[in-house]
């Protein structure tokens, strides 16, 4: 379960990631009319904290990945 758990996030974090910024780009679509200018500063400053935030868990898990592996014995 390991060695899937520290492959898959290589292509579900992405994935993940793709999908609220959809869901939040979609949401902004359909609302624009009613919502504010601030409020879509405010949902765009959210999606920029998820993106770097993503980055910083996305490096952690390349780095226990590759502490995971090297304690491995094949």
Not at 10 to 28: C, H, K, Q, S, T
Not at 36 to 57: E, K, P
């Amino acid at each position: 379960m390991a060695v899937l758990r520290y492959n898959m996030f290589i292509f579900l974090y992405p994935l993940g990631v793709w999908g609220e910024m959809r869901i939040a780009n979609d949401y902004i679509k359909r609302n624009a009319s009613t919502l504010s200018i601030q409020q879509i500063q405010i949902i765009r400053v959210i999606q920029a904290i998820i993106l770097f935030g993503t980055f910083c868990l996305y490096i952690h898990m390349f780095r226990m990945r590759s502490k995971h592996f090297s304690s491995l014995k094949f």
